[in-house]
């Protein structure tokens, strides 16, 4: 039952351009969401959240959009850099209780980002 | 990686034999996370512990898989009698007590199982 989807295995784009990931998921008490970077042999590194009560939160060259309505999450780099190039997985966690701290991840989603 | 500290990074072992991976969080945080990676595939969670207590642990295989993390000392994820397919990506997470804290993830323990 994989109720966080990234249904893109992997997206090129050119430097400068913009990046846009998409995320999916199923379950309406989710209300954390995250998005990780990882390269190969490291762990995944924390870039950015939200929290379901909001629509949208921006950090430098990132932003998370939630649609809560349509059940998905976007992650825009703009602009896009070589080193941005990544595996990119989108996370999320239920509200309350001891499942807290229990992130679901997405299958993640491969970005390149081309000179 | 924020400080989370793994080890080993890699670990070698025969089936049969029992596989230990270690975890130090980022000073401060009091909660760990223990996420595994198999080839291909997203991170799937395994178990959530507090010092000394089990959170959640709903992730975890019922047989051979345990976890700890006492009161002094690193977190302990031990496997016993491993099996082929075991071999995976071990990651640890860590994050502080308050809610809404990202988790910060370790580069992981690499198990493989000859």
């Known amino acids: 039952d994989q109720q966080v989807k990234q249904n893109s295995p992997s997206l090129s784009v050119q430097e400068g351009r913009i990046s846009i990931l998409n995320c999916d998921y199923t379950?309406?008490?989710?209300?954390?969401f995250l998005w990780y970077k990882k390269y190969p042999a490291e762990g995944p590194t924390f870039l950015i959240s939200i929290s379901s009560i909001k629509d949208k939160n921006e950090d430098g060259r990132f932003t998370v959009f939630l649609n809560k309505s349509a059940k998905h999450l976007s992650l825009h780099i703009v602009p896009s850099q070589p080193g941005d190039s990544a595996v990119y997985f989108c996370?999320?966690?239920?509200?309350?209780?001891?499942?807290?701290?229990?992130?679901?991840f997405g299958q993640g989603t491969i970005l390149t980002v081309h000179p | 990686n924020a400080g989370v500290m793994q080890n080993p990074r890699h670990l070698v072992r025969r089936r049969g034999q029992e596989a230990r991976l270690r975890c130090s969080p980022v000073k401060g945080h009091s909660h760990v996370y223990w996420y595994r990676q198999l080839p291909e595939e997203g991170l799937k969670f395994m178990v959530y512990?507090?010092?000394?207590?089990?959170?959640?642990e709903s992730g975890m295989p019922k047989e051979r898989f345990s976890a700890e993390f006492p009161k002094e000392g690193p977190s302990i994820l031990r496997i016993q009698q491993v099996v082929r397919g075991d071999s995976a990506a071990y990651f640890c997470?860590?994050?502080?007590?308050?809610?809404?804290?990202?988790?910060?993830f370790g580069d992981g323990t690499r198990l493989s199982i000859l």
């Open positions: 996370a999320a966690s239920l509200a309350g209780g001891t499942s807290y701290g229990k992130l679901t």
């Open positions: 512990l507090q010092k000394e207590n089990i959170i959640d």
């Open positions: 997470a860590s994050s502080p007590p308050q809610p809404g804290q990202p988790q910060h």
């Open positions: 379950n309406s008490m989710f209300d954390y």
